[in-house]
């Protein structure tokens, strides 16, 4: 007597191959999960959540100010107008609070080390890079969205901003500013796996902090640099964090853009394999002793 097979078994569902389109939608999926845990811890403490705009805000003020005194006092040592260099000043403190080094990757794989979960990251079933690029991703997905927009869009009409020059400048910032996340994720996740030697990151931060806010343009641009260190601050990836996408936004660039983008692209590149590589290595000689 022939028998029918039950197509709709649970048991066979579970054998199917998950679809392509179900493998595509993972990574979009679990992007979403963490910027809405983002946004979760961004307004779980209120007093918090509005100590840091404050906190954004009186540096924007400061900022603000000083370039304008300095602009004041001699406008011919800027190569842009007054109006561009407070723009630069200010928008490079709103994406300061997005591009961050004083906290991310580095800190998170600190924080497993330290704390001895980092063998609880390995089983998860997820590229362990990846994950930590989505959370951090999300997470500043999340600031952008409940800080620095909020701010933006009162701060810009109220001190006079100005805009990108054209559509074209425009579209290179966002590109540049896409390629300096992919740097800086870079550089935190290289700094992080050191910790599985060090232990620690006391030391080893203020360093590392110390060379971003040198070369990376943020409070001072490569402009006013001595003429001995600016070949220096240009050969390395740092200035592609901060200055590039902020002097394509001010219109400094000018043509340039393409190759300044082009630059951060090579250098994210480098960084991002550099970083799947030092993962690679510290896996293999990783060892966890459980009792």
């Given at each position: 007597?022939?028998?029918?097979?039950?197509?709709?078994?649970?048991?066979?569902?579970?054998?199917?191959?998950?679809?392509?389109?179900?493998?595509?939608?993972?990574?979009?999926?679990?992007?979403?999960?963490?910027?809405?845990?983002?946004?979760?811890?961004?307004?779980?403490?209120?007093?918090?959540?509005?100590?840091?705009?404050?906190?954004?805000?009186?540096?924007?003020?400061?900022?603000?100010?000083?370039?304008?005194?300095?602009?004041?006092?001699?406008?011919?040592?800027?190569?842009?107008?007054?109006?561009?260099?407070?723009?630069?000043?200010?928008?490079?403190?709103?994406?300061?609070?997005?591009?961050?080094?004083?906290?991310?990757?580095?800190?998170?794989?600190?924080?497993?080390?330290?704390?001895?979960?980092?063998?609880?990251?390995?089983?998860?079933?997820?590229?362990?890079?990846?994950?930590?690029f989505a959370r951090t991703l999300g997470q500043s997905l999340a600031t952008a969205a409940t800080i620095v927009v909020?701010?933006?869009?009162?701060?810009?009409?109220?001190?006079?901003?100005?805009?990108?020059?054209?559509?074209?400048?425009?579209?290179?910032?966002?590109?540049?500013?896409?390629?300096?996340?992919?740097?800086?994720?870079?550089?935190?996740?290289?700094?992080?796996?050191?910790?599985?030697?060090?232990?620690?990151?006391?030391?080893?931060?203020?360093?590392?902090?110390?060379?971003?806010?040198?070369?990376?343009?943020?409070?001072?641009?490569?402009?006013?640099?001595?003429?001995?260190?600016?070949?220096?601050?240009?050969?390395?990836?740092?200035?592609?964090?901060?200055?590039?996408?902020?002097?394509?936004?001010?219109?400094?660039?000018?043509?340039?853009?393409?190759?300044?983008?082009?630059?951060?692209a090579v250098w994210a590149s480098i960084l991002l394999a550099g970083a799947a590589g030092a993962w690679t290595v510290?896996?293999?000689?990783?060892?966890?002793?459980?009792?």
């Amino acid at each position: 007597m022939a028998s029918t097979i039950d197509r709709s078994a649970p048991e066979l569902a579970l054998a199917r191959p998950p679809s392509t389109r179900a493998s595509w939608l993972r990574p979009a999926r679990l992007l979403f999960a963490f910027a809405r845990q983002g946004v979760k811890l961004q307004t779980a403490y209120l007093w918090s959540y509005w100590m840091g705009i404050a906190n954004l805000v009186v540096k924007l003020a400061a900022l603000y100010l000083l370039w304008r005194a300095l602009f004041r006092q001699d406008p011919h040592a800027f190569p842009v107008s007054g109006r561009s260099m407070v723009t630069y000043a200010v928008t490079g403190v709103l994406m300061g609070q997005v591009l961050t080094w004083w906290d991310g990757p580095h800190f998170y794989l600190w924080e497993r080390v330290r704390e001895g979960t980092i063998a609880t990251e390995l089983v998860r079933p997820v590229y362990f890079p990846f994950h930590v690029f989505a959370r951090t991703l999300g997470q500043s997905l999340a600031t952008a969205a409940t800080i620095v927009v909020p701010v933006a869009v009162v701060a810009f009409p109220l001190l006079g901003l100005a805009l990108p020059p054209g559509a074209a400048a425009t579209g290179w910032f966002i590109a540049s500013v896409a390629l300096s996340y992919l740097i800086l994720f870079g550089l935190n996740f290289l700094v992080g796996t050191l910790t599985f030697v060090t232990l620690t990151l006391r030391g080893l931060q203020h360093a590392y902090h110390g060379v971003i806010t040198l070369f990376s343009g943020l409070w001072i641009p490569l402009w006013f640099y001595p003429h001995w260190l600016r070949p220096v601050a240009e050969a390395l990836p740092f200035q592609g964090i901060f200055f590039t996408p902020l002097s394509i936004y001010v219109g400094n660039l000018g043509s340039g853009a393409a190759t300044a983008v082009g630059r951060q692209a090579v250098w994210a590149s480098i960084l991002l394999a550099g970083a799947a590589g030092a993962w690679t290595v510290t896996q293999r000689r990783l060892v966890v002793q459980g009792g």
